[in-house]
């Protein structure tokens, strides 16, 4: 053999050795995802069992439901914004500094460039607020458009907040599959 060919092997072995490592890790982070999604479908089951449960559940517990099905970034939620004057609607990151005198430069600098960052995490008082149909921002005035889960009721069909969460008592119903 060639001394080039004791290089290629040497080579060749080095590069199998970093796989099988790579393939370790790999398969160490599928599992812990296996593990969380077994953890998030148990959740979803033990919600869904209680939702049909013959007793109306809490408002936490649909809350719980709704983030467990749902899942997005934790530390940033999106917040809809409309301008009157251009037509022009969007979203943009829930963020504590907005529109502060002196520290939001948004007109000038994009969120995701700002440096007086101080974005809004997902919580379930916000989750809530969704579902309901508030604007965080003006708690007293109702949405017209909100984003969620919208079971197949004559309630829902009509438009408005969910109807699940905007009665305490209303008991979560199960979607019309036909």
Request: net charge positive; hydrophobic share 35%.
């Amino acid at each position: 053999m060639a001394a080039d060919d004791h290089a290629e092997i040497a080579s060749l072995k080095k590069r199998l050795a970093e796989l099988d490592v790579e393939r370790e890790g790999l398969l160490a982070s599928l599992e812990q995802l296996q593990q969380r999604n077994n953890v998030e479908a148990k959740l979803s089951s033990q919600a869904l069992n209680a939702a049909s449960a013959a007793t109306a559940p809490s408002n936490a517990e649909k809350v719980m439901l709704f983030r467990s099905l749902f899942r997005g970034r934790d530390n940033v939620f999106p917040q809809r914004w409309e301008n009157s004057n251009s037509g022009k609607s969007g979203y943009s990151p829930a963020c504590h500094n907005e529109w502060v005198r002196g520290v939001c430069e948004k007109s000038r600098v994009k969120c995701s460039h700002c440096p007086n960052q101080a974005f809004i995490p997902v919580a379930d008082d916000i989750a809530r607020s969704h579902l309901q149909g508030r604007d965080l921002a003006n708690p007293k005035r109702t949405l017209k458009f909100v984003a969620g889960v919208y079971l197949n009721t004559r309630e829902t069909l009509k438009g408005g907040p969910c109807p699940t969460l905007s009665k305490p008592s209303a008991p979560i119903r199960k979607p019309n599959v036909s």
